[in-house]
Structures are given as C-alpha cells and as structure tokens.
C-alpha cells in the first residue's frame, strides 16, 4: 500500500539556519514526488516536483528537494531560513501510470525564530 | 479563473443537516481534485473529476458523501446528515489533465459540525 511519512511533526529553527525536512515514502513503483507549502488559512501551493532525471530537484522560493530511492526518501532542504518560511509542509507521492490521486503526509510544521 | 476558488470559506452546521461545498476550478483546467484535511491529519483524497469520464469516487468514506462536476467546471461536494467526524477543512484541486500533477489548490472550506 502507498503511504508518505513525515517523521518530524513539528521543527523549529532559527532564521538563516539550515533546514532539512524529511519524507520517507512505500510505494510499489517509482513514484512522483511532491513538497507543498501550506500558510495558516491558505490552500497548498507547490514547491517543487520529482517525476524523473536528475534526482537533485529545485523548486521556489529556494528550497530544494533530493530524491535517493535505496532510502525511500525526498528530503526538502533550505540552505537559510527565511521568518516567512514559517508554514507545514507536506510531501505527497502519486502514480506515474494508473491512479490519479496524490497520497500526502501528515505534514511537518515549521517554526522560524528571529 | 486565475486560481481555484472555493465557497463558502467557513461553514458551521448542526449535526444532522446536509451540507454543499463549491470548488470552481481554473478556466481549462480538465481534473479536480477534493481531498479532507482533519486537524493533525494529512490530506485525504475523496473524489476525482477528469473531463467526462466516471469519476474516481474510491476515496468517499461513505454514502453520506457525494460530488458531481457539471459540465466539466464547477463542482459541488455534497455532504447528508453531518456528523461530528466530519468537522475538516475541505480543499479542492485543480490541474491541466490526466497525468499532469500540477494540482493548484483552493483555500478550501473549513466545515465544523456542531
């Protein structure tokens, strides 16, 4: 069965620290992998996507994400953190072929501290 | 339109009532999405919408729940005889087409069942 997990419920760093998020997935098949953003009252937005090639992937507002298949892993990294960077962040994975839903984690939430 | 807009933003209901959320996807946009988020849960897709085909209704937790999508736009999630249980917030999602994940979602309606 397909399930996503965020180890990490919630984190808190300091503003220009470095930020690392992790993402542990099971899934039948290689997948597509997602980070999405979400502020408090706002729908999710998305950062960054992994469907295939350079398993290295840069998405916006700088962050970046590292798929390594022999962990099952899609960690999302900053290299400084931003106070607007404050948010939960939801790694998802979804079929390449066959299913058309997303399956998401429970998310991280992040805490910047000046 | 230029995002995915959702109504009402907030909704408090009596449990025992019926309930109709409204996801109006971005102009093109041929798939959508309605996923639930509980508090301290992950999201959990409910139903998919592509173009004219049957939609995916695998992930309604029950028969109280239903969605439809006219003519292939806007759409109305559909909740009878409300419980508790079903206090979420209700997001909804749009994208281009078939295999294309560039979901973008809505900010979603925040239902509590009194």
């Known amino acids: 069965a397909q399930s996503v997990t965020q180890p990490d419920i919630h984190i808190t760093v300091s503003e220009g620290a470095s930020l690392e998020l992790r993402c542990n997935y099971s899934y039948g098949a290689t997948p597509y992998l997602f980070w999405y953003v979400q502020s408090p009252g706002q729908g999710l937005q998305l950062l960054l996507k992994?469907?295939?090639?350079?398993?290295l992937v840069q998405g916006i507002k700088g962050f970046e994400a590292e798929f390594k298949r022999s962990q099952s892993s899609f960690n999302l990294r900053k290299p400084s953190v931003h106070w607007s960077d404050a948010a939960e962040y939801f790694c998802a994975v979804g079929a390449q072929t066959g299913a058309n839903n997303l399956f998401f984690g429970t998310g991280t939430r992040l805490t910047v501290i000046p | 339109g230029a995002g995915v807009s959702q109504s009402p933003s907030n909704k408090v209901t009596e449990k025992g009532k019926d309930v109709e959320l409204r996801c109006d996807p971005i102009s093109g946009h041929t798939a959508l999405y309605w996923y639930r988020q509980s508090l301290g849960q992950g999201l959990e897709f409910l139903i998919y919408f592509q173009g004219n085909s049957a939609p995916d209704k695998s992930g309604l937790p029950s028969d109280r729940f239903s969605a439809e999508r006219t003519g292939g736009s806007v759409s109305t999630l559909t909740i009878q005889r409300t419980q508790q249980e079903d206090s979420a917030v209700y997001l909804c999602?749009?994208?281009?087409?078939?295999?294309?994940?560039?979901?973008?979602f809505g900010s979603g309606t925040r239902l509590t069942v009194v």
């Open positions: 992994y469907f295939s090639g350079d398993t």
């Open positions: 999602a749009s994208s281009p087409g078939r295999q294309n994940y560039g979901y973008t």
